[in-house]
């Protein structure tokens, strides 16, 4: 039964129509996290001890350096899964994902010389975390670039999906950085097996915002994937039959 439903969750047509009603509840819970999370982190969290009112840039920064790390993990097991089984929707997740991966890793470096500027004295350093996550947004544009470079669409899904694979050896670096090297940058404040170094009235609002990022991201990249989906499929009958009802 789990087999049946992953070749059918591989269908184009099928993923089109079943995430038709995902995407009005998906925007709802992103306006409502991301206000919510905004008016509480930016007007009624405490000001920081030590950093006063330039902390909150953390509440930009932190949740899109989680989605920059998640989202090439999707890309580049979306990338696998095409090599691997032959998917075609796995290949549209793949290219779905590079530009917004590589929207929210610029966002994460730009937030984060923001930061660095009161906090260090300067907007840039060749810190391993700041560097290694300067390599992830090449490895995203370089995804994006191969996919258009190759004039045949399957040649180039299978290039890219090699590329994103290669690159998650970043990934872990990007992690590990601050533990593995000395580094400027500061230690995780949000860890999965510790206790969060961050005070409460902090970190509530924050993972608002993550969880506000995370459904953005999820709306995102099915309205990208979908839209791939029907320019790949343009000359299916079933895509004709979508964009006559939708008129």
């Not at 920081?48 to 999707?74: E, M, T």
């Not at 670039?145 to 290669?166: F, T």
Request: aromatic content about 14%.
């Amino acid at each position: 039964m789990a087999w049946q439903w992953f070749h059918r969750l591989g269908s184009p047509r099928w993923f089109y129509q079943k995430t038709s009603g995902w995407l009005p509840w998906l925007a709802l819970a992103s306006v409502i996290l991301l206000v919510t999370g905004s008016v509480w982190g930016l007007g009624f969290a405490p000001e920081d001890a030590k950093q006063g009112n330039s902390y909150r840039i953390i509440f930009i920064h932190v949740p899109a350096a989680f989605l920059a790390l998640a989202g090439y993990y999707i890309m580049a097991i979306s990338g696998a899964i095409g090599l691997i089984w032959k998917m075609k929707l796995s290949f549209a997740v793949m290219r779905a994902a590079a530009p917004i991966g590589a929207v929210l890793t610029f966002i994460s470096l730009f937030t984060g010389a923001v930061w660095g500027k009161p906090t260090w004295g300067t907007y840039w350093v060749w810190d391993a975390r700041i560097t290694s996550m300067l390599i992830l947004l090449f490895l995203y544009i370089g995804v994006m670039a191969l996919s258009h470079a190759v004039s045949r669409e399957q040649v180039a899904d299978k290039a890219s999906a090699l590329l994103a694979l290669v690159g998650t050896v970043n990934i872990p670096i990007i992690y590990k950085s601050v533990d593995w090297w000395f580094t400027l940058h500061q230690p995780a404040t949000i860890r999965l097996t510790e206790s969060s170094s961050i005070d409460p009235s902090m970190f509530y609002p924050l993972l608002v915002m993550i969880s506000g990022f995370y459904c953005t991201y999820a709306w995102t990249l099915l309205t990208h994937t979908r839209a791939l989906i029907l320019r790949r499929e343009m000359k299916t009958q079933w895509v004709q039959q979508e964009l006559a009802g939708e008129k």
